[in-house]
């Protein structure tokens, strides 16, 4: 658990902390001592488990419940945050928990700039336009009015 670079919170059936790795520890700013008289509940918003209840079915039934919830840290900031929960075989509940505020970042900064280029290159008169290896055209610009094509119909290669 020691080695692990995510957090490994392990609760008991009620949800109530009663193992953590120093990786959980640093995540939430909280001591091991402090988290052990925590509840997961502490640590989740309440309005995202109002909306998103936590999948306890699942849990009973085997599966392992990967889910991404927002969790708050001893200073009150909050972060995004991916879980695998697992019931373990004597009902305990294992958690790993994994910051992804970075991952987040880069998706939105690749989806602001896949929008900005689009934008850009549709406003174009020339023709741009985007492949696969295999020289199939995913996307392209105005190239269907160019071409003397009807909108959306200009073959994909």
């Not at 309005?47 to 209840?53: L, R």
Request: aromatic letters at 8%; hydrophobic letters at 40%.
């Amino acid at each position: 658990m020691e080695q692990a670079i995510d957090g490994i919170f392990i609760a008991d059936a009620n949800g109530n902390y009663i193992d953590v790795n120093s990786q959980g520890c640093a995540l939430l700013g909280f001591s091991r001592e402090e988290i052990l008289q925590l509840n997961l509940r502490d640590v989740l918003l309440p309005e995202d488990v109002s909306i998103t209840p936590l999948r306890t079915p699942e849990l009973y039934a085997g599966q392992t419940v990967l889910s991404e919830r927002r969790m708050r840290r001893k200073d009150g900031s909050i972060f995004p945050a991916e879980i695998s929960v697992k019931r373990l075989a004597d009902g305990r509940l294992q958690g790993i928990v994994r910051d992804i505020t970075e991952r987040r970042w880069i998706e939105e900064t690749l989806k602001a700039s896949e929008l900005r280029f689009r934008t850009a290159a549709e406003s174009l008169t020339d023709i741009i336009y985007e492949w696969d290896l295999k020289e199939a055209i995913t996307w392209y610009g105005d190239i269907d009015g160019l071409m003397g094509y009807p909108p959306g119909e200009f073959p994909g290669r």
